[in-house]
């Protein structure tokens, strides 16, 4: 059966799961927790999860930004879904990152966390262990699968045998299989709370860069920039980095207070250069951080440098191709100071506000950072989405964090800090309490 690709829910995110429409998934005969081959441009198992009631009858399938990679497809593509066989692992050989500092059963630790997911050799796991402390919020440590027997994509069970590699992750090889590629880092499931904003990024970003021959087609002219605003911290970054992730385009960024430091005459040239590089990679996607800096209202600013780097920008954008393979996402908290002639038709011409969140967005934006921590039960996100009117994003990581630390100080007497490497057993005995929350709320 075909199904429509969409991105999955932040809190259902990196567990391999694919959430079907209840209507399809019963047509297929597939109910939570069998295994599905999603067919796109490449193959990716995984795991079914009840579909979410708004898309009864819809063709959708939801699965986060990892397996669409593996599937090679994005956003609003069609795959291919049939559920398939997988056999039980009997045992399976698990590469730990380099500097791992964790000693102790992990074999057992990770057999237990993965028990039921599908694995194929050469896929990297993010695993959150422990507080996904190691990376701390929404990381987690990437582990690699070295092998496996039999070969194939099979599940973990109780019985699988897990052994740990002699060689460090980063010495295996990524298979085909696998996704071939790097797991990606930012995805749509890492944010939270800008669905409207996303959707409007992949209207105006997304769909032209992947199917320029439609806009061509309908002799539509695809942007050469967007413009996003709101206040610091809000997720613009973020927006620009899994855009550029989703469609696999190469990311370059460039920040405006940087730029104008430069000495003379070098501003331009870096701008030249960037330019001249994202042309050379394309698809690419170029960033530009704080772009009011770069270029103020002229008559505000007045400066020579100024003028010139304002110059050379538009002249850069101006000799965009209108194929749309680069494109300039610029970012700014003061968007009416940017100098109009740069919002004009062919350049900034399109803009995206993204504000702070609400509640519902708060509340997105803290499962995306607690998402690979062990919580207790007494913690109830909604409480703190209620809580914390005002913060954005960046603060909601930041107390995310913050938690994750109180937790830590809390073990710490049980770890020997002169020891270079923590007892897994430890690490898992953590948990993140509401205590920990409060604690860092007050901070
Ligand atoms: P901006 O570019 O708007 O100043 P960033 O995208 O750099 O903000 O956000 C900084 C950090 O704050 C991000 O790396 C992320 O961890 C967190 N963050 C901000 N907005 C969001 C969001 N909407 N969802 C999840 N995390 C967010």
Do not use: C
């Not at 397996?67 to 399976?92: C, F, K, M, N, Y």
């Not at 405006?256 to 501003?267: F, L, N, V």
């Not at 850069?316 to 003061?334: C, P």
Request: glycine fraction near 10%.
């Amino acid at each position: 059966m075909k199904l429509t690709v969409k991105p999955l829910k932040q809190k259902d995110a990196g567990r391999r799961l694919a959430a079907i429409d209840r209507v399809a998934a019963e047509e297929l005969e597939l109910s939570g927790g069998d295994y599905i081959k999603i067919e796109g441009g490449s193959t990716a198992i995984a795991r079914v999860w009840p579909g979410y009631p708004e898309d009864d009858d819809s063709g959708v399938i939801r699965i986060d930004g990892q397996l669409r990679q593996e599937a090679g497809v994005g956003i609003d593509d069609r795959v291919t879904v049939e559920a398939a066989d997988v056999e039980p692992a009997e045992r399976i050989t698990i590469a730990l990152p380099q500097q791992f500092g964790i000693r102790g059963n992990v074999g057992s630790i990770i057999r237990d966390k993965l028990s039921g997911q599908p694995v194929t050799q050469g896929q990297t796991i993010r695993f959150p262990l422990g507080l996904g402390l190691m990376g701390g919020g929404s990381q987690a440590v990437p582990l690699k699968i070295a092998s496996t027997e039999p070969s194939g994509t099979v599940v973990i069970t109780d019985s699988t045998e897990v052994d740990i590699s002699e060689k460090p992750a980063e010495q295996i090889a990524d298979t085909a299989a696998g996704g071939g590629a790097e797991s990606p880092d930012v995805t749509y499931e890492d944010i939270g709370g800008l669905d409207s904003e996303l959707e409007q990024v992949r209207e105006m970003i997304e769909l032209p860069m992947r199917h320029p021959e439609l806009f061509k087609r309908l002799g539509i002219e695809p942007p050469k920039g967007v413009l996003l605003h709101g206040p610091p911290g809000t997720g613009k970054t973020l927006i620009a980095k899994a855009v550029a992730n989703e469609i696999d385009a190469h990311f370059q960024t460039l920040s405006g207070p940087e730029i104008m430091s430069k000495y003379y005459g070098e501003s331009e040239e870096q701008l030249r250069e960037v330019f001249e590089e994202a042309a050379e990679n394309a698809p690419a996607i170029v960033f530009m951080d704080e772009l009011d800096s770069i270029a103020p209202k002229r008559e505000e600013a007045g400066g020579d440098v100024e003028r010139r780097v304002v110059a050379q920008l538009l002249s850069l954008m101006d000799g965009l191709e209108e194929r749309g393979e680069v494109v300039v996402i610029g970012a700014t908290n003061r968007v009416d100071a940017i100098d109009p002639a740069l919002r004009r038709g062919g350049r900034f011409d399109r803009e995206i506000e993204v504000g702070v969140p609400d509640r519902d967005g708060r509340k997105e934006i803290l499962q995306v950072h607690t998402r690979n921590m062990p919580l207790a039960d007494d913690i109830d996100i909604d409480e703190y989405a209620e809580t914390t009117h005002g913060f954005v994003g960046a603060d909601l990581e930041s107390l995310a964090k913050e938690a994750g630390m109180n937790a830590l100080r809390r073990i710490r007497p049980q770890i020997d800090l002169e020891d270079d490497e923590i007892d897994a057993e430890v690490l898992e005995s953590i948990q993140v309490t509401g205590g920990d929350m409060k604690e860092a709320l007050k901070g």
